[in-house]
C-alpha cells in the first residue's frame, strides 16, 4: 500500500495571526485520496494551533470567532531582509514533531502545500526534513499558489514533481487513480484536526474580474458557481457537531449572488440554524444594495470586509474599477440600515502598491473611517506573473521572493516613515469608531 503525507507547511514570516487561516486546498486533497483502498493517507498541518504538540507548551487562545496567534519563535534574519527593523520568525509546531512523524509513518510521497510565493522557506524545511530522514526513495510533490505561479523555481530547490494549477487529475495520474470529473463535490475532511474552532466554505471558485494586482484568475481561470446543496449540507453536518463559525473563502461571492449567495443563506434561513458568517477576503461593495444586506444580516453574518482599496478614483479605474467611493458609501450605509454594527464592518485601503503615494493612502483610509466602520491596510505583494507584480519586480529589482513578502514591499516603494505613519493613523482612526 503507498503511503502518502500531505503537508501544510510552517510559515516564516515577521506575523502571522490566524484571521481565519485553514488550509482549504490541501484537505480537499486530503479527502479525495482518502477515497481510494490502495492509498494509506495522513494529514500534518504545521499551523494547527489546537495540536497537542502545540499545546505542550502552553500555547492556546483564541478569540470570540476563533481566531488567534499562532505558536512563533524567533530565528535569524536572512541577509536579504536585513533592512527590516522587526524580529522574524518562524510559525507552526516545532520540527522535533514532523521527523517523529516521518519516522513512525514513512511515507512514500510527501505531498506539501505552497502558499505565498515568499512562504518558500517553509516548503523548503519540509523537503529538507523528509530528504534527511527518508532519503531520495521519497518523492515530494507540491501544488498550490506557489507552484503555480513559480514552478521553475521549485523545481530548481529539488521538488520532484511541481502541480500548476489543479491537482486532482494530475494526482490521479501520479497514484494510478480511476479518473472522476468530480472535483466540484470534494469538500474539506474536517476529521484531520481534534479540536476545531471554526470551518471555512465556498460557494463560488474564481473571480469574474481582471485586477492587475491578483492572482485569483491564475489559479483559478474559470468563475463558477459549486454545488450548492451540497455546500448546505456539509454546513448542517458541522453545526450539528458544534461549529458556530463559517468562514466564505470565495473570491467573488457576491457575484452571481441569485445563484448561490441567495440560495444557500435562504437554505440557512429556513431551517433556523444559529450561525455565524464572516467573510475575510473582501466583498464587493457594489453588489451590496438592501436586499442583499437584509438576507445576509438574518441569516447571521458577524463580521463584514469591504474591498475600498483607493479613494483616488484615477486609481480606482486604473486598478480594474472594482468599485467606486459611491458605490462603497452605499454599501455601507445599506450594512448599517440592515442592523450590522460599526465595529463589525471593516474596508480594506492598499499600502504600497504602484502608483500609490502616502497621501492617497492618508485620504483613503480618513474617508473609510468617515464613513462610521473600522478600516484596515492590505498591504501590497507583488505577485509575480500578474501585470503589475511582474512590473513591481523590474522596476525595483526584485531577485529574491523574499522580498514580495507584503510586509517587506510596501517599505521598498514609500519608505519606513511613512508605511509606519499610515499604520499609526489607522490605529488612530479605528480608535475613534463607537462601540
Known amino acids: 500500500m503507498t503511503k502518502v503525507l500531505v503537508v501544510n507547511p510552517p510559515v516564516y514570516d515577521f506575523s502571522l495571526y490566524d484571521f481565519w487561516l485553514k488550509p482549504y486546498g490541501p484537505l480537499r486533497i486530503y479527502a479525495f485520496l482518502k477515497r481510494y483502498n490502495n492509498l494509506n493517507v495522513r494529514f500534518f498541518d504545521f499551523l494547527d494551533r489546537y495540536s497537542p504538540y502545540v499545546n505542550a507548551y502552553g500555547y492556546k487562545y483564541k478569540d470570540a470567532y476563533g481566531k488567534g496567534k499562532f505558536l512563533g519563535v524567533q530565528i ?14 518562524r510559525f507552526g509546531i516545532p520540527p522535533v514533531y514532523f521527523e517523529d512523524e ?3 509513518f514513512k511515507p512514500d510521497f510527501v505531498l506539501v502545500y505552497t502558499g505565498m510565493t515568499y512562504w518558500y522557506p517553509g516548503v523548503i524545511e519540509v523537503m529538507n526534513s523528509a530528504r534527511s530522514i527518508l532519503g531520495k526513495k521519497v518523492h515530494i510533490v507540491t501544488g498550490g499558489i506557489l507552484s503555480t505561479l513559480c ?49 471555512v466554505i465556498r460557494l463560488t471558485e474564481g473571480c469574474p474580474f481582471r485586477c492587475p494586482y491578483c492572482a485569483s484568475y491564475i489559479l483559478k481561470p474559470r468563475f463558477r458557481v459549486l454545488d450548492i446543496d451540497r455546500t448546505f449540507e456539509h454546513v448542517k453536518k458541522m453545526a450539528s457537531k458544534g461549529i458556530r463559525d463559517f468562514v ?30 464572516h467573510t475575510p477576503n473582501a466583498l464587493h461593495a457594489r453588489f451590496i444594495d438592501e436586499e442583499t444586506a ?5 441569516a447571521g453574518f458577524s463580521t463584514i470586509y469591504l474591498g475600498f482599496e483607493f479613494q483616488d478614483e484615477r486609481l480606482q479605474k486604473k486598478m480594474g474599477g472594482k468599485v467606486y467611493t459611491y458605490e462603497f458609501d452605499r454599501a455601507v450605509n445599506n450594512l448599517l ?75 521598498i516603494s514609500m519608505g519606513e516613515e511613512a508605511v509606519k505613519y499610515l499604520k499609526n493613523l489607522k490605529n488612530r482612526l479605528n480608535a475613534s469608531i463607537p462601540k
Open 76 to 89: 535569524e534574519k536572512p541577509s536579504v531582509l536585513e533592512f527590516v527593523k522587526r524580529k522574524y520568525k
Open 102 to 104: 516521518l519516522r513512525s
Open 151 to 199: 514552478p521553475n523555481f521549485l523545481k530548481e530547490k529539488g521538488v520532484d514533481t511541481v502541480i500548476e494549477g489543479e491537482a486532482f487529475d494530475k494526482l490521479a495520474s501520479i497514484f494510478d487513480l480511476p479518473s472522476k470529473k468530480e472535483e466540484d463535490h470534494i469538500l474539506p475532511c474536517w476529521s484531520a484536526y481534534k479540536e476545531l474552532p471554526y470551518v
Open 248 to 277: 466564505f473563502y470565495d473570491d467573488a461571492l457576491l457575484v452571481r449572488k441569485k445563484d448561490a449567495l441567495f440560495p444557500f443563506l435562504e437554505k440557512v434561513i429556513k431551517e433556523r440554524l444559529s450561525l455565524r458568517f
Open 294 to 298: 437584509y438576507i445576509m444580516k438574518k
Open 337 to 411: 440600515q440592515a442592523g450590522f454594527k460599526r465595529e463589525s464592518i471593516t474596508g480594506y485601503v492598499f499600502l504600497g502598491i504602484l502608483g500609490q503615494s502616502p497621501d492617497e493612502v492618508e485620504r483613503a483610509l480618513r474617508h473609510v473611517n468617515f464613513t462610521g466602520i473600522r478600516v484596515m491596510l492590505s498591504e501590497f505583494s507583488p505577485i509575480p506573473r500578474t501585470p503589475l507584480g511582474n512590473k513591481a519586480i523590474k522596476e525595483y529589482g526584485i531577485d529574491d521572493l523574499l522580498l514580495t513578502n507584503c510586509s517587506v514591499f510596501p517599505l
